[in-house]
């Protein structure tokens, strides 16, 4: 399996913006659908937004849509997530991870350490 790390989060106010990155090591995800979960604490992970191999297909989770983006690279090495317009609500634990493309089902066994994102209201 390839290693995943995530970055980029940190804390910001409500109505501004972070842009979060994944990088792999011990191999590449340029072949893979690939996607952004979320956990807050006491709370399942959940699917944010997935974008397919080529970069063609991107799908979000609907209380993100409009004012998240994802996106990867043109040597797709490196996976994004911008995200504007933030909410209380979207404090969490950000990840990426290989996805299905539909069912939205995590492929990895394990995820990374994960980004945390807080947002002050």
């Known amino acids: 399996q390839v290693q995943v790390e995530e970055s980029g989060g940190g804390l910001v106010q409500a109505g501004g913006s972070l842009r979060l990155s994944c990088t792999a090591s011990?191999?590449?995800?340029?072949?893979?659908?690939m996607s952004w979960f979320r956990q807050s604490p006491g709370t399942e992970r959940e699917f944010v937004g997935a974008?397919?191999?080529?970069?063609?297909?991107?799908d979000y989770e609907d209380s993100v849509k409009g004012r998240f983006t994802v996106s990867r690279d043109g040597a797709k090495t490196t996976l994004f997530l911008q995200m504007d317009n933030l909410k209380f609500e979207d404090k969490a634990v950000y990840y990426c991870?290989?996805?299905?493309?539909?069912?939205?089902?995590?492929?990895?066994?394990?995820w990374g350490p994960g980004t945390q994102v807080t947002v002050s209201s």
């Open positions: 974008i397919s191999w080529s970069g063609n297909y991107i």
């Open positions: 991870t290989r996805v299905r493309w539909g069912d939205w089902e995590a492929l990895w066994a394990s």
């Open positions: 011990g191999g590449t995800f340029s072949d893979y659908d």
